[in-house]
């Protein structure tokens, strides 16, 4: 289809100093977990993006000195010229489909551990290092700031020898320069400190000596924090923030706007943010300077691009997220296929791979991450050699993902679903507060199914063995998923502990399944994601008064992975829930939960009327194990409970690798390369 005439305003050339950019669609820098380790799986994801259509493709952040060492987490470096030639292969994957390739220069002061270096933390002024205990980080002197300038001159010098066309100046996310511009954090009495002028200069030098290196060849781009996130005492978007742009706002070529303090900030999940949430700091800046102005906002919808635009909120649309869920998003945009459009929904399972120390990931796009590793491209599927008649039997994340994939093979395939509606967990997870954008799994999905023939869905249609046997298929894919225990066991119980048979214990089972509940709610929470926060929440703003007893020390603790651990704490107890942390289950009596403290050993006592149970699950995995004998295979949560986003990769793994050859589908790994042994003299 054509492209609708609305939205040509996105696909019009800008111009970013010395280069230009083929239209407004700006893959801004995000982490991938990969880094100067696994260069391959870096560049071609990157080269895909642009494939996809977006006209700059960015790196991760990008360290110009053993000083910026953020081990155990993966990051790119730029130390020597090895490095350089070792870049060039992501610059050029990202040339090779016409888009300008960026790269981030970054060096995280007091944020870098060094772990692996071993070299002292720097910073402004002499601090705590952020993430390392008992390690401070050392007050740098002005021979230390003039050789800083001197890494930061080299390493851009490095990056136009490696072919990129944007050469990022990082003052956001709390790392080193931005350290010296926030009075919260510089205290020096020297010409870089004290006056808002002496903070600034750093970066104004940064800005000028990267310009003098490579401004005739490569745009020169600042990613700026506009505001810190800690209110008066730090810089705000109406005070330090807008006089930065004020004061500096014509020396870059282009300005990348964030948030600081919390990465959770800027890449706010959308249970605690609106599509375009930042499009307030973006505006400010754009009244203070000339120069094109990127921003993000977990962008997904072209009107809301267009309306950026023509609005004059930016220059480009900016996106990290959107470009990981789909990165063909500028392409279906251009060829009149936005129906088709993978959008993110704001989990931020992508963030917490990263912060695991882990390659990337995403709940939308199964094959974020695998595209060299595995061979596997977001858009395109390879033939089946030979096509089959499968049935999968389950309309969940699992099972759709698979009857998708399966059909864009080649293959016959009947997908049949018990209830009346395709989504399985999706469709009761999205119904949580904040959680509204989580149905975007499903209807992706059941959108794309309704275009292909050789897909056939029924729903209302439980089937058994004898059902199955009669239907004759050439395989069945069991993804019937998986129900939450009422025994208990969880992330630290391990053993079954004692429960009173006339105890009535809930689960979220339950209360998707639309329970009426009374009274006041104990929830106990072995789990540590989103479930049982999610749930507390509904049922405190229901007006139920919520007990949350959990053996972690904090409410929904693997929430740090994915950046809403502060958020949701903050929402929670601004609704009055009240707290039990570290007290692990030993029995359940009537009308009682008996804990354990993990430190004092204190036995406590918990009345509750209504018992909420959060915390593992088990298969429903009865279907599969009555077809004991036939050609089944079982996944996603039915083979093991997990996330959505491992739910889908499940599904897409099981269709990309049936009916092929195990040999050929063993994925690729890429080593370390031996170096010539050092002779130590004694």
Not at 11 to 28: M, S
Not at 435 to 440: G, K, M, T, V, Y
Not at 487 to 511: N, Q, Y
Request: with cysteine; net charge negative; charged share 25%.
């Amino acid at each position: 289809m054509p492209r609708n005439p609305r939205y040509d305003v996105l696909f019009e050339p800008v111009e970013i100093g010395p280069v230009t950019a083929p239209n407004r669609f700006y893959q801004t820098p995000h982490a991938t977990g990969m880094g100067s380790m696994k260069p391959n799986r870096s560049a071609t994801l990157r080269g895909i993006k642009a494939e996809g259509g977006w006209g700059v493709v960015c790196t991760e952040y990008c360290s110009i000195h053993p000083s910026a060492d953020e081990t155990p987490y993966a990051y790119l470096t730029l130390w020597d010229d090895d490095d350089a030639e070792q870049l060039a292969h992501t610059s050029a994957a990202i040339h090779q489909h016409g888009a300008l390739a960026g790269i981030e220069l970054w060096h995280g002061g007091f944020h870098c551990n060094n772990r692996d270096t071993r070299e002292p933390s720097l910073a402004p002024s002499g601090v705590s290092a952020e993430f390392t205990f008992p390690a401070q980080a050392r007050e740098m002197d002005l021979d230390d700031i003039h050789i800083f300038r001197r890494w930061h001159r080299d390493a851009a010098l490095r990056a136009a020898a490696a072919g990129f066309d944007i050469v990022y100046v990082y003052a956001g996310h709390d790392y080193l320069p931005f350290q010296f511009l926030s009075p919260r954090i510089n205290r020096r009495r020297d010409r870089y400190g004290g006056c808002f002028e002496n903070r600034a200069r750093l970066l104004r030098e940064l800005i000028e000596d990267t310009r003098e290196a490579v401004g005739d060849r490569c745009a020169v781009a600042v990613r700026l924090a506009i505001d810190e996130m800690h209110g008066d005492g730090g810089i705000t978007s109406s005070g330090d923030g807008r006089r930065t742009i004020e004061l500096l706002g014509e020396l870059p070529d282009l300005w990348d706007i964030a948030l600081g303090g919390s990465l959770g900030n800027d890449s706010c999940s959308s249970r605690f943010s609106a599509e375009g949430y930042q499009e307030q700091y973006a505006a400010i800046v754009k009244l203070h300077t000339s120069k094109p102005v990127v921003n993000v906002g977990r962008f997904t919808s072209p009107d809301t691009m267009v309306g950026q635009i023509r609005r004059g909120v930016q220059d480009f649309i900016g996106a990290a997220r959107p470009s990981i869920a789909d990165p063909f998003l500028p392409r279906k945009i251009d060829e009149g296929r936005e129906d088709e459009i993978r959008e993110c929904i704001g989990c931020n399972i992508c963030r917490s791979a990263n912060n695991e120390g882990a390659p990337l990931r995403c709940t939308q796009n199964p094959t974020m991450g695998e595209e060299w590793r595995r061979g596997w491209h977001p858009e395109i599927s390879p033939p089946a050699t030979k096509q089959d008649n499968i049935l999968v039997v389950g309309g969940g994340p699992a099972g759709m993902e698979a009857a998708l994939t399966l059909g864009r093979r080649g293959h016959r395939v009947t997908l049949a679903e018990a209830g009346g509606e395709l989504g399985g967990r999706v469709v009761s997870e999205s119904r949580l507060p904040g959680l509204q954008n989580w149905i975007r799994v499903r209807d992706y999905r059941a959108h794309m199914i309704g275009q292909m023939e050789n897909i056939q869905v029924y729903l209302d249609s439980a089937l058994g063995k004898d059902d199955i046997d009669a239907f004759g298929a050439d395989h069945v894919v069991i993804a019937t998923g998986s129900r939450w225990r009422r025994d208990g066991l969880g992330h630290h119980l391990r053993m079954p502990v004692e429960i009173d048979a006339a105890m009535s214990i809930l689960t979220p089972d339950d209360v998707h399944d639309g329970i009426d509940i009374d009274g006041d709610i104990l929830i106990y929470d072995d789990e540590h994601y989103f479930m049982a926060g999610a749930l507390a929440e509904r049922f405190l703003l229901d007006g139920h008064a919520v007990t949350y007893v959990t053996p972690a020390t904090s409410i929904s603790c693997w929430s740090a992975m994915t950046n809403e651990h502060e958020f949701i704490q903050r929402r929670l107890l601004s609704l009055g829930i009240e707290t039990r942390f570290a007290q692990t289950l030993q029995r359940i009596d009537i009308d009682t939960l008996v804990t354990r403290c993990k430190y004092s050993n204190r036995v406590s006592e918990h009345p509750c009327s209504n018992l909420l149970l959060v915390s593992g699950r088990e298969p429903r995995e009865d279907l599969f194990r009555r077809l004991a004998g036939s050609t089944a295979t079982r996944i996603g949560d039915c083979l093991v409970p997990s996330s959505i986003a491992d739910a889908v990769y499940a599904g897409h793994k099981f269709a990309r690798e049936y009916g092929e050859d195990p040999a050929s589908i063993v994925p690729r790994r890429e080593r370390a390369s031996l170096q010539p042994a050092v002779a130590w003299r004694v």
